[in-house]
């Protein structure tokens, strides 16, 4: 029996890791975390029966604790609580699913009691892959990625001498807004944006995928999950999000992963890593889908890949402040107070405005995320 624990229990990764968990019965909940959706926790509690439970603020914490007042479970809050989940004894996996670098204490703490970890949190690489990876292979812990596009990788270099790696081929969408012109971007609004043609994801990360801004965090998460330098990282843009990314060696062979779009493959994954396990979510029919195609993307018009690259090149705290630019841009455009547009041009203006500090703690790291939002703050207002 492989007991797990998941931050981030009632976002779309999260729900996704319960539906595999449902039809495993060699798969136990231990811990659950989340935000503040108490209604959906309430029931996931109540079903998988996890000894602990986190809500990130009191009055959730105090709601779930009412509520569940018959059951045998703990109900603990904030980082603490998110931290209690991530090192509980009876779990052997953290599903790190939550959103945002407030992963990464949380992520550190189970690495350090030596949990397996499913990641599926790219900002905790995205702005503290010097800390995480080290730390992960002193203590001998696997870091098996959730996402679709870095478990291809993963799978691709199975088996396979990692010196001979010449370049990752990184997959993208394109996303909604493929093929438009600035022009044209500029009257996007938030409906349309999130209208993701081919995945089914949360809003950030869906207009993440419309921007581009996705693609260029998984740039910086590949650097560090698989040891590459950027150079060695080709972002390919493939409509069909049917060949989710793939490897090309020294002698020219390329291995690639392919199949339906459906995240359930890449969770369940690293689940069983290295089992694999029948799933109902359909199989690729090569002759009803006709062709596979792929483009270059659009670095000028989807200025958010461009940018990553730039953050990913001087390293440091700029990645951070990339990140966290991006957090507030895409909350600011969901609440429609800036334009689609104006989400890469708030982070180019946070990073131009910031000081980079070369080998940053996690206490920099997120002083560094602090001082980007106060400079959003104020020219936002917000």
Same mark, same amino acid.
């Given at each position: 029996?492989?007991?797990?624990?998941?931050?981030?229990?009632?976002?779309?990764?999260?729900?996704?890791? *319960?539906?595999?968990?449902?039809?495993?019965?060699?798969?136990?909940?231990?811990?659950?975390?989340?935000?503040?959706?108490?209604?959906?926790?309430?029931?996931?509690?109540? +079903?998988?029966?996890?000894?602990?439970?986190?809500?990130?603020?009191?009055?959730?914490?105090?709601?779930?604790? %009412?509520?569940?007042?018959?059951?045998?479970?703990?109900?603990?809050?904030?980082?603490?609580?998110?931290?209690?989940v991530?090192v509980?004894e009876?779990?052997?996996?953290?599903?790190?699913?939550?959103?945002?670098?407030?992963?990464?204490?949380p992520?550190?703490?189970?690495? %350090?009691?030596?949990?397996?970890?499913?990641?599926?949190?790219?900002?905790?690489?995205?702005?503290?892959?010097?800390?995480?990876?080290?730390? &992960?292979? !002193?203590?001998?812990?696997?870091?098996?990625?959730?996402d679709?596009?870095h478990?291809?990788?993963?799978?691709?270099?199975?088996?396979?001498?990692?010196?001979?790696?010449?370049?990752?081929l990184?997959?993208?969408?394109?996303?909604?807004?493929?093929? !438009?012109?600035? =022009? +044209?971007? &500029?009257?996007?609004?938030? %409906?349309?944006?999130?209208?993701?043609?081919?995945?089914?994801?949360?809003?950030?990360?869906?207009i993440?995928?419309?921007?581009?801004?996705?693609?260029?965090?998984?740039?910086?998460?590949?650097?560090?999950?698989?040891?590459?330098?950027?150079?060695? @990282?080709q972002? /390919? /843009?493939?409509?069909?999000s049917?060949?989710?990314?793939?490897?090309?060696?020294?002698?020219?062979?390329?291995?690639? =992963?392919?199949?339906v779009?459906? $995240?359930?493959?890449?969770? =369940? #994954?690293?689940?069983?890593?290295?089992?694999?396990?029948?799933?109902?979510?359909? $199989?690729?029919?090569?002759? !009803?889908?006709?062709?596979?195609?792929?483009?270059?993307?659009?670095?000028?018009?989807?200025?958010?890949?461009?940018?990553?690259?730039?953050?990913?090149?001087a390293g440091?705290t700029?990645?951070? /402040?990339?990140?966290?630019?991006?957090?507030?841009?895409?909350?600011?455009?969901?609440?429609?107070?800036?334009?689609?547009? =104006?989400?890469?041009?708030?982070?180019e203006?946070?990073?131009?405005?910031?000081?980079?500090?070369?080998?940053?703690?996690?206490?920099?790291? *997120? +002083?560094? %995320?602090?001082?980007?939002?106060? #400079? @959003?703050? +104020?020219?936002?207002?917000?």
């Amino acid at each position: 029996m492989k007991k797990i624990a998941i931050l981030g229990s009632t976002g779309s990764i999260g729900t996704q890791t *319960l539906e595999i968990v449902r039809k495993e019965d060699d798969l136990q909940v231990a811990a659950l975390a989340a935000g503040m959706n108490v209604d959906l926790m309430e029931k996931q509690v109540r +079903e998988f029966k996890p000894a602990l439970a986190a809500m990130w603020t009191q009055d959730a914490a105090q709601d779930l604790r %009412e509520r569940l007042s018959d059951l045998p479970v703990r109900v603990a809050c904030g980082m603490d609580g998110l931290l209690e989940v991530a090192v509980c004894e009876a779990a052997d996996v953290l599903v790190t699913a939550i959103v945002g670098m407030i992963g990464i204490r949380p992520t550190i703490a189970a690495i %350090e009691h030596r949990k397996t970890i499913a990641l599926a949190n790219k900002e905790t690489l995205v702005t503290a892959g010097h800390i995480i990876m080290p730390l &992960a292979a !002193k203590m001998g812990v696997s870091i098996l990625p959730v996402d679709s596009e870095h478990s291809a990788i993963f799978q691709s270099m199975h088996g396979e001498n990692r010196n001979r790696v010449s370049k990752i081929l990184l997959t993208a969408s394109g996303g909604p807004f493929r093929g !438009k012109t600035r =022009q +044209e971007l &500029a009257a996007m609004t938030v %409906e349309d944006a999130l209208k993701h043609p081919n995945w089914s994801m949360g809003k950030k990360v869906t207009i993440d995928s419309a921007s581009l801004v996705n693609k260029g965090l998984e740039v910086m998460e590949a650097k560090w999950l698989f040891d590459v330098e950027l150079d060695q @990282i080709q972002v /390919v /843009v493939h409509p069909q999000s049917i060949l989710h990314s793939a490897v090309e060696y020294v002698d020219g062979g390329i291995m690639a =992963q392919l199949g339906v779009p459906d $995240m359930k493959l890449p969770i =369940q #994954y690293a689940l069983f890593y290295p089992d694999r396990r029948p799933m109902d979510s359909g $199989m690729v029919d090569f002759f !009803k889908l006709g062709q596979l195609t792929f483009e270059k993307p659009d670095t000028e018009t989807f200025r958010g890949l461009a940018l990553a690259y730039r953050a990913a090149e001087a390293g440091g705290t700029l990645p951070t /402040v990339f990140n966290a630019a991006n957090e507030k841009a895409v909350a600011l455009f969901l609440q429609k107070k800036i334009t689609f547009l =104006q989400i890469p041009e708030l982070i180019e203006s946070s990073m131009e405005q910031h000081k980079v500090i070369a080998d940053p703690t996690v206490e920099q790291i *997120l +002083e560094t %995320e602090a001082s980007t939002y106060e #400079y @959003i703050k +104020e020219k936002f207002g917000e």
